[in-house]
């Protein structure tokens, strides 16, 4: 299967920007959407970006105009920018890949984000 590593984060101050990254291990084929989720402490886990098989994007509306997920097809990567950054921001970020005819999901561990002040 496919293996799905976060890095990227760690300690930042508000306002502050990180830029998160998600590797796979090997190309992924047949490709429905690929996305960004976080899950705040003591919260449910919740979508930040997505980004279709299309190239179309969709943020939550918490971190519009602040956020931007891309991918890089060479380096088989996918990317969070996340600028302007905000103590509710902190949370453990997610890398998910939706693959295959039956829409499997693959997740990371997950790579945790602390917003200080």
């Known amino acids: 299967q496919v293996q799905l590593v976060e890095s990227g984060g760690g300690l930042v101050q508000a306002g502050g920007s990180l830029k998160l990254s998600c590797a796979a291990s090997r190309s992924i084929f047949s490709i429905n959407a690929m996305g960004w989720y976080r899950q705040p402490p003591g919260k449910q886990r919740e979508l930040v970006a997505r980004?279709?098989?299309?190239?179309?994007?969709n943020y939550a509306d918490s971190v519009k105009g602040r956020f931007t997920i891309s991918r890089d097809n060479a380096k088989n990567t996918l990317d969070l920018q996340m600028n302007s950054l905000k103590p509710e921001d902190t949370a453990v970020y997610y890398c998910n890949v939706k693959a295959g005819l039956r829409i499997v999901d693959y997740w990371g561990q997950g790579t945790q984000v602390t917003v200080s002040s």
């Open positions: 980004i279709t098989y299309a190239g179309s994007t």
